[in-house]
């Protein structure tokens, strides 16, 4: 699917199983840089090693359970903003993509400035406020450069990432072994918990599974690869978060929990390894940094070409470079980089979480919606349990979503009406321009044509089958933009 007068490019070579698991990684995690706040914020080592051994239960493993079924029914770079829209309709859809892209866009903002902390720390390289603020600039036009690239290539580098990340991890959890003294993980000074910060953190760190729906279309058979990969990044996930936490928790005396501030993992690897170790693990939490941009980036720009691929924004966000990529969805979600990256660590990441959590209730919502609605619609994988396991399965998470809302200062809250007001109004306008022509959208060929079948007889049938065929002329739609836009053949396109 292009632009006005733009040829389709070639079809693009698809992300593969090992590629996809290194970038699902990045969406949600990276390594265990940023988890040390957890430790300080819970006390000690118990209530965060407790969160990191249930939370991925409760949490994650729902939530990326909800992603395979749905990708696998859904595959197409729409994402979760397909689902609700099946489920609820465009509005709520549009609403649902425009927080979750919000979201996206204040995550990814942490990780330039990230890359800096983690040269600085343990007195590395320091720079000035005005040489700070022109290295984040710097450092977000190379890595959108990199996912403008294509990515093919952002995945291969991903898994490189991912490889290098880990490493000194390795060594750490080695050295740390004869250190460990299992009573320092009991650990916990109840007077020194921050529940806001706490669950904030770990909120944080084990979210954004669904973010990779978001590039299904850009997937080798991703009926069958995307279930793999999902899975295959859940254990790596955990294994990341844990494996260090217990070597660097075990190895220090407990009395250090107050030091546990973001970057404290170089200090640790100083500490047990010597300065050697503490330079790679800091040469490590940079490049990781690097890995969660261009993964988040990947997924926000993708996000914004499906939604035009809907027809819900502008056709000009559709427009692939010869690279296969969404140039001005990267040029938009680069921006929103930018401007967001001066706030501090703290306000990102209580904003993002709240208005994640608004999301992703909606996907939970559809997720159940459409197992009732339409239990028959075509699932390559499928979470082995009725309508009523699934409803049962969504509401651990659902309780957390609503613990991390309810600890939101007042602040966030104001920040999350407003960004809901602009997403309302934004619909709005996003109407008006389709009703008065003045700027061009897509319309996906109708899968009626596609078929071969009348458009009589199709709608006859979904009169017939009432709410079953929203869903499935939902989904025929984005099949059909996908295939023909990937096999170069232009999709009907058309002002209205």
């Known amino acids: 699917m292009t632009g006005a007068g733009e040829a389709a490019p070639a079809r693009r070579r698809g992300l593969t199983v090992l590629p996809l698991v290194a970038l699902i990684f990045y969406d949600v995690s990276g390594g265990p840089f940023g988890i040390e706040d957890s430790v300080r914020a819970g006390g000690g080592a118990l209530l965060p090693i407790l969160g990191f051994l249930v939370l991925p239960v409760l949490w994650s493993l729902p939530e990326a359970l909800v ?25 709520a859809a549009f609403l649902v993509g425009f927080s979750k892209w919000a979201s996206g866009t204040l995550d990814n903002a942490l990780y330039p400035v990230l890359f800096l902390d983690y040269l600085r720390s343990g007195g590395g390289l320091v720079l000035s406020p005005p040489a700070r603020s022109l290295a984040v600039l710097a450092l977000t036009a190379a890595l959108t450069y990199l996912n403008f690239r294509g990515l093919h290539l952002v995945g291969l580098s991903a898994l490189a990432l991912t490889a290098f990340s880990l ?6 959890a080695v050295l740390a072994a004869p250190k460990i003294r299992p009573s320092r993980w009991l650990a916990v000074n109840v007077a020194a918990v921050e529940p806001r910060a706490y669950f904030n953190s770990m909120f944080w760190n084990l979210n954004y599974w669904d973010k990779a729906s978001t590039l299904a279309g850009e997937v080798e058979e991703p009926r ?4 793999k990969a999902v899975f295959g990044a859940v254990g790596l996930v955990v294994g990341a978060y844990l494996i260090p936490l217990l070597a660097g928790t075990g190895a220090l005396p ?19 390894g010597g300065p050697w170790l503490r330079v790679w693990i800091q040469a490590a939490a940079a490049m990781s940094n690097m890995g969660l941009f261009e993964a988040e980036m990947s997924g926000d720009s993708f996000q914004l070409l499906g939604m035009a691929e809907m027809g819900m924004i502008p056709a000009i966000f559709a427009r692939r470079s010869r690279h296969g990529t969404p140039t001005y969805s990267i040029l938009c979600s680069a921006t929103g980089v930018v401007i967001l990256s001066f706030m501090s660590f703290q306000e990102i990441v209580e904003f993002l979480n709240f208005l994640y959590g608004l999301g992703m209730l ?29 409803a049962a399965m969504c509401v651990p998470p659902v309780v957390l979503i609503t613990t991390v809302m309810c600890l939101a200062s007042a602040r966030t809250l104001v920040v999350s009406a407003a960004v809901a007001v602009a997403g309302v109004a934004m619909y709005y306008g996003v109407e008006h321009m389709k009703a008065t022509g003045c700027v061009e959208f897509l319309t996906p ?20 089958n009432g709410g079953d065929d929203d869903v499935e002329d939902v989904r025929a739609l984005l099949l059909a933009a996908g295939e023909h836009a990937g096999e170069g053949v232009s999709v009907s396109k058309e002002n209205y």
């Open 67 to 91: 992603t395979a079924e749905l990708a696998s029914a859904f595959p197409t770079n729409a994402g979760y903003v397909a689902w609700v829209s099946a489920a609820f309709g465009p509005a």
């Open 167 to 172: 490493s000194p991890f390795v060594a750490l």
């Open 224 to 227: 069958k690869t995307f279930p």
């Open 254 to 272: 407990s009395e250090t929990a107050g030091e546990w501030t973001d970057g404290f993992f170089s200090v640790v690897g100083d500490r047990i």
């Open 362 to 390: 909606a996907v939970f919502a559809a997720f159940v919606k459409l197992r009732v609605k339409d239990p028959d619609l075509p699932r390559p994988y499928r979470i082995p349990v009725g309508a009523a396991g699934a």
């Open 445 to 464: 060929v109708p899968p009626d044509s596609l078929r071969g079948s009348s458009s009589s007889s199709s709608s006859s049938a979904a009169s017939d």
